[in-house]
């Protein structure tokens, strides 16, 4: 039998904070949390908010319109106060609502000519459904048609009016009878009645497009769509749910231009900030005994709710509409104001718009508009700079704004109707001290708040910008395309990134970037564009290629859970591809954690993971140093650290005919995962030893023996190694070509005179080989340098002119067309290996003498 008792001590009161970000909206908690942005306000008070430390701020994102005067009026206040004291009955349907009755003949009174039947709702999307449901009952058809990049709410009918599909996916919106054409095009709104007569029921708008950016139509526009539906016999509804009540420093939008809708939609503002209260406003006419009687609510014009907007409307109407004027004259202004920081800062606001107290400052979406290679360039090209900016305003200026919800490169400036003077001035002072920051590409006067540091003072002049190459070039009609997906090996890499990242240490680097990674979602993917070069090949023969950045070390990468890995990994590749990319490389770790790519499944364009290219640089690196040292490495014992993997298992099969022994190692404590692995790879190396013309002793002895792996490994050409220390300590040759993020051998490790070809990235022998071992040369086979006359110029951890071979093979695949030698899987083609070793020596890819820097006589 089920245990049915409660466990009082379960109902004690706990955090609000925690309660939040466990049982309402963890997701949401997680992204507020990783901009500082999940502040706890105790109190608010007219536009000002207060936290529980009593930290003021200026509340200039005013509940997306919803707090026409401030927090906590006292006149909103004194009308529900006013009905405890009298007792008025509050819920009673059906019944005569008096409260209900007298809130519609107020709002008849200031709604556009003829508007006087009224339904009362409890939301702006619940509005927009009413509306609908009118238009349909009315005329007889279900047809609706509403503009792209409009929002209408989010229950099922008002999503499938918004016109963003990526606010309606997986919902079932839009459902049949909704079709979108262009915002502002009067001409698009003609064309689509002509088309289909008798099929609209409604033409549904917003007057000025509040989440789509704060977007103005074209003037006249109003005026123009009230003709066309007046031609076509189709109704006009305008949504002015977050324009309405004075926001516009009108009582509504519509008047800006005369025009009265048939059906207009009200809610916001109408609450007083208190209470959520809507309406729909409507001609007699259109409402029939068919929908008045199946129309009905629980909740809607209820005498609470009806008295507080009642008193709304008083307020808005006193002293000759002193406070919708107030908007008016303020939101001119700070137009006015927003316009010369505009003017001063054109490479990061690239537009200023709105009316009255509803305005949006848009911010630039251009990779390059720091003038060098820049972290807060790819996070504006993210559309992300809002966000940024935003948190910086909050935390350090104290001042709440937000952005729009589908136009994210646009500030929403939305304040209470009552805001002063004094207060505009202020946000304008600071918004110039946050834009100052981005134009030069200050990362420590916009992040520093984040990670404790103390605050910047002045933002550096525009003339202090260092210079350097944009990022991002235009692309040539006659360019072939690739992508390759990057991100920092470890914290140092991420430091090279951007030389604002300099400032910070090695644990506020790594918190910026959990920062960044916590901030990404299902609607905004953690892959960003870095920016793009041209590699000039042989034969005229030129590709255009993005670097698409993921904000994770190699580390974290491993540490992700595998279905979040591959989505990670996975919007990367689609960034890519949208941007243009016939084929994709999978940098780093990207490839790893995908199992070589092919846990990314099908793809709309060939990926690689580079691999092969990276054996072959790799393979002609080994040959090479081994011809310069004069090593006969015929008698040379070989070890291959990764030899499980595609490049040590590659490698150690085109060196198996070339050397004396080989000794394989796997990772550590996997021994009965890995083993397996090792001896198929195993295998492999001595088929690839007996079935050529090898000069090696492993050769002659896998002739001897038949090829029999047991005999081989009796005799010790063969050796298995988990430790990988004790497998380099006898080998003249190393390979090391693991996925570990962190170095496997020290320097103390290696014998006299070895050769090390350390393919790892980040590698997997200590950088500090130069000063403990100079008998020992280390270098980094995988890195390759691009054809002279390439601009490739991003800088990524590596000196200029230097590439890795994962990049360059997809750099060779994309300037060949051959998409064929993409390397996928651990199994490598040995003829994709020589044949890109040919390709690089026709398109100009050579070894990098660079390679060798690590070496102790250098």
Request: hydrophobic share 45%; with cysteine; glycine share 12%.
């Amino acid at each position: 039998m089920t245990d049915t008792t409660i466990d009082l001590s379960v109902l004690e009161s706990r955090s609000g904070r925690s309660g939040f970000a466990e049982n309402v909206n963890p997701e949401l908690y997680r992204l507020l949390s990783a901009l500082d942005l999940d502040r706890e306000y105790v109190r608010g008070d007219g536009t000002v908010l207060f936290d529980a430390s009593g930290r003021r701020y200026l509340d200039f994102a005013g509940a997306y319109g919803a707090l026409p005067f401030g927090h906590g009026p006292t006149p909103i206040w004194q009308a529900i106060n006013d009905v405890r004291c009298s007792g008025e009955a509050i819920f009673v349907q059906p019944s005569v609502l008096t409260a209900a009755g007298e809130l519609a003949d107020r709002l008849g009174r200031i709604a556009p000519d003829g508007l006087t039947r009224t339904t009362f709702v409890n939301s702006g999307a619940e509005a927009t459904e009413v509306a609908l449901k009118l238009a349909r009952a009315h005329t007889g058809r279900l047809g609706v048609l509403t503009t792209g990049n409009s929002f209408h709410g989010k229950t099922l009918g008002a999503l499938s009016a918004t016109g963003n599909i990526k606010y309606q996916s997986g919902f079932g919106a839009p459902v049949a009878g909704f079709d979108h054409i262009a915002f502002g095009d009067a001409d698009a709104l003609d064309a689509a009645l002509t088309a289909a007569p008798n099929h609209y029921a409604v033409f549904l708008v917003e007057p000025i497009q509040g989440e789509g950016g704060v977007v103005c139509p074209p003037d006249g526009y109003l005026r123009r769509v009230r003709d066309v539906c007046d031609r076509h016999g189709v109704l006009l509804a305008f949504d002015e749910v977050q324009t309405g009540l004075g926001r516009t420093g009108r009582m509504f939008a519509a008047e800006h231009e005369g025009v009265v809708p048939d059906i207009l939609t009200v809610a916001k503002a109408l609450g007083g900030g208190i209470v959520p209260v809507g309406a729909v406003l409507c001609a007699p006419k259109l409402v029939d005994e068919s929908f008045a009687l199946r129309h009905t609510s629980t909740f809607a014009g209820n005498a609470l709710a009806a008295r507080v907007g009642i008193a709304v409307i008083d307020e808005l109407t006193r002293d000759d509409c002193a406070v919708v004027t107030n908007a008016a004259v303020l939101g001119r202004e700070l137009t006015k104001d927003l316009g010369a920081l505009a003017e001063k800062y054109p490479s990061v606001v690239t537009d200023v718009r709105g009316r009255g107290l509803l305005l949006g400052i848009e911010l630039t979406a251009d990779v390059n508009f720091v003038g060098r290679q820049s972290l807060l360039g790819s996070i504006a090209e993210q559309h992300n700079l809002t966000a940024v900016i935003c948190s910086y305003l909050l935390n350090v200026e104290g001042i709440r704004v937000a952005p729009t919800l589908f136009g994210t490169r646009v500030i929403r400036i939305e304040p209470p109707l009552t805001v002063s003077a004094a207060q505009c001035a202020r946000l304008v002072a600071a918004l110039d001290r946050a834009l100052g920051y981005a134009a030069v590409g200050d990362l420590d006067g916009l992040f520093g708040h984040l990670l404790g540091r103390p605050t910047v003072g002045t933002p550096p002049s525009l003339t202090a910008l260092r210079p350097g190459r944009t990022p991002d070039i235009a692309v040539r009609s006659t360019d072939r395309r690739f992508a390759f997906i990057a991100h920092p090996l470890d914290l140092g890499f991420f430091a090279a990134f951007d030389p604002a990242l300099e400032v910070f240490d090695h644990s506020e680097r790594q918190d910026l970037l959990r920062r960044f990674a916590a901030s990404t979602s299902e609607l905004d993917p953690a892959s960003f564009v870095i920016g793009s070069g041209r590699v000039v090949g042989g034969g005229d023969a030129t590709a255009h290629g993005d670097l698409i950045g993921m904000p994770y070390t190699s580390e974290q990468l491993l540490h992700l859970p595998t279905e979040q890995a591959l989505r990670v990994v996975g919007g990367a590749v689609e960034l890519a591809i949208s941007r243009g990319a016939t084929v994709v490389g999978l940098g780093g770790y990207s490839s790893v954690i995908t199992g070589n790519g092919l846990g990314l499944g099908a793809t709309s364009r060939p990926i690689t993971t580079g691999n092969t290219f990276t054996a072959a640089a790799s393979l002609r690196a080994v040959r090479r140093v081994c011809r310069e040292r004069g090593i006969d490495v015929a008698q040379a014992r070989v070890t291959i650290l990764g030899a499980a993997g595609a490049i040590g298992r590659t490698i150690g099969k085109q060196l198996a005919g070339e050397v004396g022994s080989i000794a394989l190692v796997g990772r550590q404590g996997e021994s009965s995962v890995i083993a397996p692995k090792l001896w198929a790879a195993a295998q492999e190396m001595v088929a690839s030893a007996t079935g050529g013309s090898g000069s090696g002793d492993l050769a002659g002895a896998a002739l001897e023996m038949h090829g029999d792996l047991d005999d081989l490994i009796r005799s010790g050409h063969i050796e298995f190694f988990t430790d990988p220390v004790a497998a380099v300590q006898d080998s003249l040759i190393v390979i090391a070509a693991t996925s570990a993020p962190h170095a496997l051998i020290d320097p103390t490790d290696l014998m006299d005179g070895a050769i090390v070809c350390d393919v790892a990235q980040p590698p997997n022998i200590g950088r500090d080989v130069r000063g403990e071992r100079p008998d020992v040369t280390v270098f980094d086979g995988g890195i390759v340098r691009v054809p002279s006359g390439s601009d490739f110029g991003l800088t990524y951890g590596l000196a200029p002119g230097l590439t890795y071979a994962c990049m360059a093979e997809t750099m060779l695949i994309a300037l060949s067309g051959e998409f064929d030698l993409r390397s996928i899987g651990t199994s490598l083609d040995g003829d994709s290996v020589e044949r890109l070793g040919e390709l690089a020596d026709v398109h100009g890819f050579a070894l990098a003498e660079a390679t060798r820097w690590r070496e102790g006589s250098q």
